[in-house]
């Protein structure tokens, strides 16, 4: 007998039962192994899929520049592929690495922001870091003192760089080119010294790709038609309420009539928001409510019931209840101002408010916040008929319906809000679709002021209010820098709003010299 | 002659006994690891021969060594063990009572396996382990079965050539026989599985080789399991029934038997066989003997031995027998055997007050007793009887600890509330130890063979 070997039956059958036992234990190891291996992949992949973090900024400007309202998960593009598309597309982009040929800005100074623009924010989805728009990308804008001066970032001024409407047309008309397959995306990605891991190149390939052009064909698809239909939009305008009609809403409201399809309107201004509570807001004056009116902006800035961070939203609001424009540098003849101040006194301040003797801005006036009748503002009727009662229906019975946040106060109104003129300054081109290139202009005649001038610039024009505006032809060769806005076109009228146009030109610059100083 | 139906004699075919009461198979290890018996087995069986009981059925005799339950019991597998069997038989006869040689396998219920057996899994009709202990064994194959069926009939030939007056077929108690009797073991799939029939084929082709070879007028009686109860372990088969029991009864009856003998159980020891108690802190200091026989062995120890863990096993064990009393416990599945058949049978099962075996022969529920622990208890019980006493002064208490010593301690009455004295209680269970004879003094070099 080997020695060792069992003496027993028994010994023989408890050594085959301890043998199985150790392939059991064996087995039992393996299989929870494996069980460990599959749950580590299965948590770190539900951990990172449901991941919806987004970065956090304490400071309310950096907040508002660069955090996340919620946009970025139904709305956004990856930032992998965001940051290619400059390499991918060079031609839209001007052969420029950023997105400045769209007017987006860019916060040099911020080192933890500095690929991103201002106004696009990031938040993971579904383990893939997605960028798009917060707030500020519409309502972030620049101005100079003098063309060779650097630009002044202004959070809270309209954003009269964007050109929205271009990036818009960039993205449908990319929808089907073949440098978004993901071959050549993948390759960009990777030559851009970004990293995709065997997996996340899997994931990409499978998933993240294949849906972003799921997205943009379908924004294709269902925008392309009204964008085709309607006259580019030019920088700083936008048209708020048409692509949600058609993109936002299921189903869609389609077709639009013709009197409701051109709805461009430039952005506002959002300084100080807490003194227009309980205004008719927006243009048209549609909605009294502070809180309806932002959230009704944030789905414009691409959020939807489900992804929307109200809590983001809020803080952004708290922030502009008190957030005041910059006092206008334009220095004007006190004399002459005061004339003019008296003059506005008369004919201006019962509808905007005025500016106080101590430079403050006040708000305050009989129609401030009012709507008054398009039959007698008489400005372009385009953006008041954008806005359809068969649309309002729909905002208020499918937008965040059965939640705290559904919208109750749109009304369908008849004409255009009297607003405030705070931040005056920062605020041209004027009217509501920014037909008006200064204010100089405003106060003429309708049939004087100019029909066709440039958009886009912000160098400020000191002695006419506003911004630099070049006459151009839109006819004619477009112009080197900036957009050539053609009054003449659906919803660009500059019609209208005629008060102080009868006044004599002395009258005029006085009240300029005054409205100057906003 | 006294009337009373105890001491009437008991007229079988070919053997008569000359009372009603037979002292049942029970034994220690008293003998010689080669099988040989010893003068201590003729001690201990002369004294109940002595005691006045009719008649002795030997305790287990293995006709193979190979189907022995416990090493150091006497077998009668060879030829050359005649002249012991016969100095047995005539120290009984020498006290008028008769001597029946149980023969016996184990199969897979095998204590102790001792050297001989102990390297191999045991035959038996199945291969699946007992399901107590976890003794291991091997299904035989049907020419394994024939030459054992040869081998009971060549030691039923020993006995009757050693003069003892009949044999005993242990088909009882889980035994080798019971373990192709009862539905809830044999898993066979061939001649000797299956139907009851088939099952019972080796035992009654046993009974025809024994009759074949001792002819007709050697007593044979089987012993059977009324009802198997084979569930001790919860999930197990509950086994043959009683009416399955009838029948095979009937069919030992046809093959050639002369009586039966009537137990209980499919398993030995079993709740119902001994009936009585089972004192747990005797098997933490026995069972040891037992632990490297089964692969169960170590468990059950542990479940003897740590008080925490033995309200499991009494659980176990004691959820079968209800409140049945422990004398004649299994009287009236007798008497349904006995309405069955036209051959005496023997009743077993806890007997000990006059009263409950006149009773039980008077009303003809049966033919006669066999008794073991009680006798073991007091050697002279008939005695007592036949002085009118219901019970002896110091009855059997059915405490088991007979059973539960045996496997480490020579067989006797343990139960120490019956004796005066520890010291008389050890004198008693080694009375049996005491020789009748000088001792031989090996032959020098070649001298003899």
């Known amino acids: 007998m080997t020695p060792g070997a069992p003496i027993t039956a028994v010994e023989v059958e408890l050594a085959r039962r301890r043998r199985w036992r150790r392939w059991i234990v064996a087995a039992v190891v393996l299989v929870v192994l494996v069980a460990l291996v599959v749950l580590w992949v299965v948590a770190g992949a539900a951990l990172r899929l449901t991941d919806e973090s987004t970065p956090r900024f304490d400071d309310p400007v950096e907040h508002f520049m660069h955090g996340s309202i919620g946009a970025e998960p139904a709305s956004g593009l990856p930032y992998k592929l965001w940051a290619v598309l400059p390499d991918l597309f060079p031609e839209a982009f001007e052969g420029r690495p950023d997105y400045t040929a769209f007017g987006f800005l860019y916060d040099t100074d911020d080192p933890d922001q500095g690929d991103l623009p201002i106004g696009i924010s990031r938040r993971r989805a579904f383990g893939v870091e997605v960028v798009w728009f917060n707030c500020a990308v519409c309502h972030t804008g620049t101005y100079r003192l003098d063309a060779e001066a650097e630009p002044v970032i202004v959070p809270g001024m309209p954003s009269n760089n964007l050109d929205l409407y271009g990036f818009v047309a960039f993205l449908l008309d990319i929808a089907d080119d073949p440098r978004l397959a993901t071959e050549p995306v993948l390759t960009a990605i990777e030559a851009s010294g970004q990293s995709l891991g065997l997996l996340e190149r899997v994931f990409w390939t499978n998933v993240v790709l294949p849906q972003v052009r799921e997205g943009l064909l379908f924004r294709q698809v269902r925008l392309g038609p009204l964008l085709a239909e309607q006259p580019a939009w030019g920088p700083g305008r936008v048209d708020t309420f048409n692509p949600y009609k058609v993109v936002s809403l299921v189903p869609p409201i389609r077709p639009l009539t013709e009197d409701e399809a051109v709805g461009a309107a430039d952005f506002p201004s959002i300084f100080l928001q807490g003194p227009r509570a309980g205004m008719s807001l927006h243009w048209d004056g549609n909605n009294p409510s502070l809180a309806e009116r932002n959230l009704s902006a944030a789905l414009g800035a691409g959020v939807t019931p489900e992804t929307v961070d109200h809590a983001a939203i809020e803080r952004v609001a708290d922030w502009l209840l008190t957030l005041p424009p910059p006092p206008s540098p334009i220095e004007t003849d006190d004399a002459l101002a005061v004339e003019g101040r008296a003059l506005y006194m008369d004919h201006c301040a019962a509808c905007h408010g005025y500016l106080a003797e101590d430079g403050t801005y006040r708000f305050e006036g009989e129609h401030l916040g009012q709507v008054e009748p398009i039959d007698r503002i008489g400005t372009d009727p385009g953006r008041l008929d954008s806005y359809t009662p068969a649309f309002r229906e729909r905002q208020l019975s499918d937008l965040f319906a059965g939640t705290p946040y559904h919208f109750r106060h749109f009304v369908k109104t008849d004409g255009y809000a009297n607003h405030p003129l705070d931040g005056l300054w920062l605020r041209a081109p004027y009217l509501h679709n920014g037909s008006v290139p200064t204010l100089a202009d405003l106060l003429l005649p309708p049939h004087e002021r100019p029909v066709a001038f440039v958009r886009g610039f912000d160098v400020v024009d000191q002695d006419r209010g506003g911004f630099v505006a070049p006459p151009c032809d839109p006819d004619g060769t477009a112009p080197a820098e900036g957009f050539c806005f053609d009054t003449r076109l659906p919803g660009n009228g500059s019609q209208g709003h005629v008060y102080g146009t009868t006044l004599s030109e002395a009258e005029r610059s006085a009240l300029l010299a005054y409205l100057l100083r906003f | ?449």
Request: hydrophobic share 40%; proline share 5%.
């Open chain 2, 1 to 449: 002659m006294s009337d009373d139906m105890i001491f009437s004699p008991l007229a079988f075919r070919s053997l008569t006994l000359k009372n009603r009461v037979l002292r049942s198979n029970i034994s220690g290890r008293f003998d010689n690891e080669d099988g040989s018996l010893t003068q201590t087995r003729i001690n201990w069986e002369t004294k109940f021969a002595a005691g006045g009981v009719g008649g002795i059925i030997s305790s287990y005799v293995p006709v193979l060594m190979e189907g022995r339950i416990i090493a150091g019991y006497a077998t009668i597998h060879r030829d050359d063990f005649i002249p012991l069997w016969r100095s047995l038989g005539e120290a009984v006869h020498a006290h008028g009572a008769k001597y029946i040689v149980q023969l016996s396998h184990s199969g897979r219920q095998m204590d102790l396996p001792g050297v001989h057996n102990q390297h191999q899994p045991t035959p038996s009709s199945t291969s699946q382990p007992e399901t107590l202990h976890g003794f291991l064994c091997r299904a035989m194959g049907a020419g394994e079965i024939r030459q054992l069926v040869q081998a009971f009939a060549r030691a039923a030939w020993r006995a009757r050539e050693a003069g003892l007056d009949g044999v005993e077929l242990h088909a009882a108690n889980g035994y080798l026989f019971t373990q192709f009797l009862s539905s809830g073991i044999n898993d066979r799939k061939d001649l000797y599985g299956g139907s009851l029939r088939n099952r019972a084929r080796f035992l009654l082709d046993v009974i025809a080789a024994i009759r074949e070879t001792v002819g007709r007028d050697f007593h044979l009686q089987v012993k059977l399991s009324a009802v198997d109860h084979n569930n001790i372990i919860p999930w197990e088969g509950k086994g043959n029934t009683l009416a399955d029991t009838v029948q095979v009864a009937r069919w030992c009856e046809a093959a050639g038997a002369d009586a039966l003998h009537v137990s209980t159980g499919s398993l030995f020891p079993h709740p119902l066989n001994p009936p009585g108690d089972l004192p747990l802190e005797v098997l933490a200091v026995t069972y040891d003997a037992m632990i490297s026989s089964g692969i169960h062995g170590f468990r059950n120890f542990l479940l003897f031995r740590y008080p925490a863990l033995r309200p499991i096993f009494r659980w176990l064990w004691f959820r079968l027998k209800g409140d049945r009393d422990n004398e004649a416990i299994s009287l009236n599945e007798a008497r349904v055997i006995k309405q069955a058949v036209s051959i005496p049978v023997i009743s077993t099962g806890g007997y000990q007050s006059a009263s409950v075996v006149r009773g039980a022969l008077e009303r003809g529920d049966i033919d006669a007793v066999a008794i073991a622990r009680s006798l073991v208890a007091n050697n002279d019980l008939v005695e007592h009887w036949r002085a009118g006493l219901e019970q002896p002064p110091r009855p059997c208490t059915y405490c088991n600890k007979c059973l539960l010593n045996a496997p480490k301690n020579p067989m006797g009455c343990y139960e120490e509330s019956r004796y005066d004295s520890r010291e008389q209680m050890l004198d008693e269970v080694m009375s049996i130890y005491r020789t009748r004879g000088a001792l031989a003094i090996p032959p020098v070099d070649g001298a003899a063979a």
